[in-house]
Nanobody, 123 residues
Framework: QVHLVESGGGLVQAGGSLRLSCVAS????????MGWFRQAPGKGREIVGA????????YYADSVKGRFTISRDNAKNTVYLQMNSLKPEDTAVYYC????????????????WGQGTQVTVSS
């Protein structure tokens, strides 16, 4: 079982930037796909992006493509989500999640989740 802890959320004005971090415990992090998801009030959980175990393959939702970047540092058991040009519609609780296997965009494929970090973008 992998334990995940997100940090870096907060309140930012539209057009601003934030970097989220997700630190994992457990020896399987370096061989696992990591995903970032978000859930806005009254909406379902949606994928933001994902990165494969070595960082050679990434996926981004169309809504964040070109603005968000996922990276990972396996030596630090950490995955990052750099968010630039933030919009009010990016407001949500952001979660990181882990799965063994290739990138999948459905949350049901991910087996461990962090507690989430709130991102609020004001207009």
């Amino acid at each position: 079982q992998v334990h995940l802890v997100e940090s870096g959320g907060g309140l930012v004005q539209a057009g601003g930037s934030l970097r989220l971090s997700c630190v994992a415990s457990g020896r399987t992090f370096s061989t696992s796909t990591m995903g970032w998801f978000r859930q806005a009030p009254g909406k379902g959980r949606e994928i933001v992006g994902a990165i494969n175990w070595i960082g050679s393959v990434t996926y981004y939702a169309d809504s964040v493509k070109g603005r968000f970047t996922i990276s990972r540092d396996n030596a630090k058991n950490t995955v990052y989500l750099q968010m630039n040009s933030l919009k009010p519609e990016d407001t949500a609780v952001y979660y990181c999640a882990v799965r063994n296997g290739p990138i999948e965009i459905s949350s049901g494929w991910y087996t461990s989740w962090g507690q989430g970090t709130q991102v609020t973008v004001s207009s």
